[in-house]
């Protein structure tokens, strides 16, 4: 088996083992929270799964929320587990117990196959084949993942090279500004971008009395809401008649932010 030579160096393959279970760890810790967080927040710009979900299973006829709550806690709980056997697998690891990494790792890879599989299998009921594709990529990942894990040892012509401390100490450190610029840039954004979650837009005049607006990615309810009330106050002596949004079948998937089209007439 292949252990760290000594403290003061780093076998390759132990380090690209190391890199498979902090994706990992990484990937679902990142999945995990965005369950629980669920659509904008500051400093995070996530998916509401109940409201993705409930879209899924109303478009079965399964409008029960019970329903929707009960797959939501099910897919939360594979994926809590995939993370929980990973980091274990990676804690491990570190502490040169190789046979125990490998039991944690395949325990972590058995949750993320079946997670993926009844992703797939949803994607299918629900003929989401953007969905699809997405998830089953990351099931052959995770298949790879697992024989590159197991086998690295047998694959990497470099097996036998131990990285010294100077080397290891100047890549992290390489990683950890590179992690800063990139938390400033999402800092940046928040203070330049995160407002259009609140504030109202302005709209385009397409016709008499036609207004269009285009709502910003980052938009929520709240946007929506202060657009009516600045549209409202701007035009004291107009009375919205009709609210529309584009059918689906214009919509350009997931790329599309909220479009709608205002129809006024002059107060009587």
Do not use: C
């Not at 994926?79 to 944690?104: C, M, V």
């Amino acid at each position: 088996m292949t252990t760290l030579e000594n403290k003061n160096t780093f076998n390759s393959t132990t380090l690209f083992r190391f890199g498979i279970l902090l994706y990992w760890s990484l990937f679902w810790l990142i999945n995990s929270l965005d369950k629980m967080i669920g659509g904008s927040q500051f400093l995070w710009v996530g998916k509401d799964r109940f409201a993705q979900f409930q879209r899924f299973f109303a478009s079965a006829s399964w409008e029960n929320p019970i329903i929707t709550n009960i797959a939501l806690i099910f897919v939360s709980a594979l994926e809590i587990f995939a993370f929980l056997f990973f980091t274990g697998a990676l804690i491990h690891l570190y502490k040169r117990n190789e046979d125990s990494s490998r039991s944690w790792f395949i325990v972590g890879i058995s949750f993320t196959l079946a997670t993926f599989s009844i992703f797939a299998i949803g994607d299918h009921i629900f003929g989401d084949r953007l969905e699809l594709l997405e998830h089953t990529l990351f099931w052959f990942i995770t298949l790879f993942s697992w024989v590159a894990f197991v086998h690295s040892d047998k694959f990497l012509n470099v097996h036998n090279y131990v990285l010294p401390k100077k080397q290891m100490t100047a890549s992290l450190l390489s990683i950890t500004v590179i992690a800063m610029v990139t938390h400033f840039s999402i800092i940046k954004h928040k203070n330049e971008a995160y407002h259009e979650r609140k504030d109202g837009i302005n709209y385009a005049l397409k016709g008499d009395d036609f207004y269009k607006f285009s709502f910003p990615f980052l938009a929520g309810s709240t946007s929506f809401e202060n657009t009516l009330i600045d549209f409202k106050q701007n035009n004291p002596k107009k009375r919205i008649i009709e609210i529309y949004t584009l059918p689906n079948e214009l919509r350009k998937q997931k790329a599309d932010g909220l479009i709608i089209y205002i129809l006024a007439e002059d107060k009587k």
